[in-house]
């Protein structure tokens, strides 16, 4: 199988597109790590992954904060002896038009959602490099790349994430480490579920393959970077959108 005994850490892999992609790269022969602020669903998907036939950790941690995130590479390396791939997934929304936004749903997007990329890439990158190998798959987002009314603070950290994914994969190369994003579009989620019927439906007609994309549409673009079949590419932005934005 693709990822045979490599071990892949999947930042809030308790719930939605994570626990997907934690699901797809187990079923292809990873053992998954679980940091997430959820740890009952955390040890839950844990569990399912592990009925699945393989290990996994699932650990508390506010991956917003520096030394959690540092925590959580020690802990891996504690248990697993290596690490092989980072998915670095744990998102959140605080949504508001900007004459509305709060400093503090600004700062808490950006911790979350950009400055934890930060934490847990530092989290790793030294073994990685080390190794000279590695893969980092950092989950962005359509909005990042066309923006969004009312998601000013979203918008910003997923933009974020794009620079800060090529400017790490232009560092690390020579390191055998390869850096990449997903950029989902709508896809079909507790977070997409909770938009008002209007928007979604205002979505959904500007969406050329007609229909909202699935977590596991997601997760094997994931398995793809996380695989030797991508070994040539790093720094690039993989769309999985339906056609939303090319
Ligand atoms: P989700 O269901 O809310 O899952 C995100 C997970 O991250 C949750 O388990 C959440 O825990 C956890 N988390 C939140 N804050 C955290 C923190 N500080 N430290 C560690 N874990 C934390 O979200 P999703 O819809 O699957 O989205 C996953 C990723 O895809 C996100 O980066 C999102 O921006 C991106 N994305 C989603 C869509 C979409 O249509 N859904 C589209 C484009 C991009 P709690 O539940 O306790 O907060």
């Not at 997923?158 to 055998?176: C, V």
């Not at 007609?210 to 970077?225: I, Y």
């Not at 695989?227 to 769309?239: K, L």
Request: hydrophobic content about 45%.
């Amino acid at each position: 199988m693709a990822l045979d005994g490599k071990v892949a850490i999947v930042t809030g892999g308790a719930q939605g597109i994570g626990k997907e992609i934690a699901r797809v790269l187990a079923r292809n022969g990873a053992y998954i790590v679980i940091p997430d602020i959820s740890i009952v669903q955390a040890q839950q998907t844990a569990r399912e992954i592990e009925e699945l036939g393989r290990k996994s950790l699932a650990i508390q941690a506010d991956l917003a904060q520096l030394s959690e995130a540092e925590n959580v590479g020690k802990s891996v390396l504690d248990f697993f002896g290596q690490i092989d791939v980072l998915v670095n997934n744990a998102g959140i929304t605080r949504d508001n038009l900007f004459l509305r936004m709060k400093e503090e749903e600004w700062d808490t997007v950006i911790g979350v959602n950009l400055k934890s990329v930060f934490n847990c890439t530092k989290a790793v990158i030294r073994h990685m490099s080390k190794r000279r190998s590695g893969r980092i798959i950092n989950i962005s987002s359509v909005v990042g790349q066309i923006g969004n009314a009312g998601q000013a603070n979203y918008s910003a950290s997923k933009a974020g994430i794009i620079g800060f994914t090529k400017s790490m994969a232009r560092e690390f190369g020579a390191r055998g480490i390869t850096v990449n994003a997903v950029a989902p579009g709508f896809i079909d989620t507790e977070m997409t579920r909770s938009l008002p019927e209007r928007a979604r439906e205002e979505f959904l007609k500007n969406i050329p393959l007609g229909r909202v994309g699935t977590p596991e549409e997601v997760a094997e673009a994931v398995l793809f970077l996380a695989s030797d079949a991508s070994r040539y590419i790093t720094g690039q932005v993989i769309n999985v959108n339906g056609g939303i934005y090319m």
